[in-house]
Nanobody, 114 residues
Framework: VQLQASGGGLVQPGGSLRLTCTTSRNIFSRRHMGWYRQAPGRERELVARINMNDDTVYDESVKGRFTISRDDYKNTLYLQMDNLKPEDTAVYYC?????????WGQGTLVTVSS
């Protein structure tokens, strides 16, 4: 697996989680990166993306609640998720943006439920 996402789990509504994605330098360095998610019965969608200048773009559904960041020394991507809602329940993946098929890993499951 070239991109490994971790940090998911079960959390109550209003709670927080921090996702981490580790990869290699040749995949990460000087590339636009993104967090994606796929909820049951739905297509995979882009949640947030970040470029090499730390400019960010968020889906409207997570704006103000999620924060994407990167550490170029560690080739690591982060997603801080606050004020989680049940509709955030999904498997979360990291990939380049635009995504590349060969880079999809197993993702990490986030379940928001009381």
């Amino acid at each position: 697996v070239q991109l490994q996402a971790s940090g998911g789990g079960l959390v109550q509504p209003g709670g927080s989680l921090r996702l981490t994605c580790t990869t290699s330098r040749n995949i990460f360095s000087r590339r636009h990166m993104g967090w994606y998610r796929q909820a049951p019965g739905r297509e995979r969608e882009l949640v947030a993306r970040i470029n090499m200048n730390d400019d960010t773009v968020y889906d409207e559904s997570v704006k103000g609640r999620f924060t994407i960041s990167r550490d170029d020394y560690k080739n690591t991507l982060y997603l801080q998720m606050d004020n989680l809602k049940p509709e955030d329940t999904a498997v979360y993946y990291c990939n380049r943006w635009p995504s590349r098929g060969e880079y999809w890993g197993q993702g990490t499951l986030v379940t928001v439920s009381s």
